[in-house]
């Protein structure tokens, strides 16, 4: 299986050719530091063995925030804490996503079109845990996240959201 890195090698060029205007300068920023992730490009550390004295190049790493070659253990931190959070019981993944017809203006205004659809999707799940249909409650706990791309390496918005079996209600207290 291919590495974010490598696939940004073999492809990452072509796709800026193809989406470049259309593209955040951040991502491109983020394409360049996860292909020069773990080359000579940000140094190389010099470690020696105290036992046999054998010397170990080690290049050093890009530290994106996006490249999870960098970030795996701050990955792992962040799901712990987040499997802490959970309340007991069963829960459920709820996916809230777009027609493709709108993808290409969401991909040239993120910022405001990834808070639009964060917002929709979390009033949508607060009416459906308040209509006594689903859950009948007032206080639905929810955890989202949102993806960019979908499983074939396409861009894909759409927000995944974690929800219990249960909402808290004022009115009984329960």
Sequence with gaps: ???????????????????????????????????????????????????????HFVPLSCGNRHCPGCQYHKTRQWLGKQMKRQLPGHHFMVTFTVPEQIRPFIRSNQRITYSAMFTASSEAMKKLAADPKYMGGD????????????RQIQYHPHTHYIVPGGAFCKKDGK
């Excluded at 206080?139 to 979908?150: A, E, Q």
Aim: glycine share 12%; proline share 4%; charged share 20%.
């Design 139 to 150: 206080l639905p706990g929810f955890s989202g996240v949102l993806h960019t791309w979908g």
């Design 1 to 55: 299986m291919e590495t974010i890195n490598e696939i940004f090698r073999t492809y990452g060029p072509e796709y800026i050719e193809l989406y470049g205007n259309d593209m955040p300068g951040d991502h491109r920023k983020v394409i360049d530091a996860i292909i020069k992730c773990k080359t000579e490009s940000y140094g190389t550390i010099i470690l020696q063995c105290k036992y046999c004295g054998q010397l």
